[in-house]
């Protein structure tokens, strides 16, 4: 089964065409990650999958669902700096942020999340930081306490956008780790500019240039490695969009 379908999608900001015609499928449990030049579209993909975003044209369906409906399945991870570092929020508060839905307050939260919660922070290595202000945190472990958030309501489809951007080695390998140990459980969307190291990790990558085009790791060229976005390899057209057969 299909954990997304993007049927024919275009967008443009106002006059400013961002994508056109991109057709992609994404089988449930696979591990995809999304490259291409900044300005190319990869966060604009991210938010039509989200529902944040409405396509001009096309359709997109996840989990057989609209977009805004399938919410409550997509675990989604911001760059750290992109998150309000100064609202006022420790760790464990902003971790349990991750299933608003099933919480009517912080105060009263159910013993099941708690624990889970609870032991995310743990496998995170941020029990030390449990009740630290999120805004004091170093980069790397913010973004290891957006994972836990991401992950707190078990979702079935995880979003990331740059996860390990500009973060401590330590935390960029945790967070690799603990998306190993989900590879085939959860579908997981990964954008990133560190083609090297995904292309180690992932089952295909979507190069994201306007359209979008698809490509087993195998099939990466070095040019890609240097931000050369170009035609499909093996002779494919430059047209030839990321539907996987």
Known sequence: MNAIEVEDVTFSYEETPILRSVS????????????GPNGGGKTTLLKLLMGFLSP???????????????RLHIGYVPQAHRFDR??????LELVLMGALSKIKSLRKVPEELQARAEKLIERLGLKLHREKAFGTLSGGLAQRALLARALLADPKILFLDEPTANIDPPSAGLIFEI???????????LVTHDLKTVIERVDRVICVEGTASSFLPKEMCEHFAFGLYHAPLLGLPPNHFGKKN
């Open 24 to 35: 992609l499928d994404v089988v449930q449990g696979e591990f995809i990650g999304i490259i």
């Open 56 to 70: 001009s044209k096309g359709s997109i369906r996840i989990l057989r669902e609209t977009t805004e409906t399938a």
């Open 86 to 91: 100064e609202f006022p929020i420790t760790v």
């Open 179 to 189: 998306l190993e140990e989900m590879k085939g459980k959860k579908t997981i969307l």
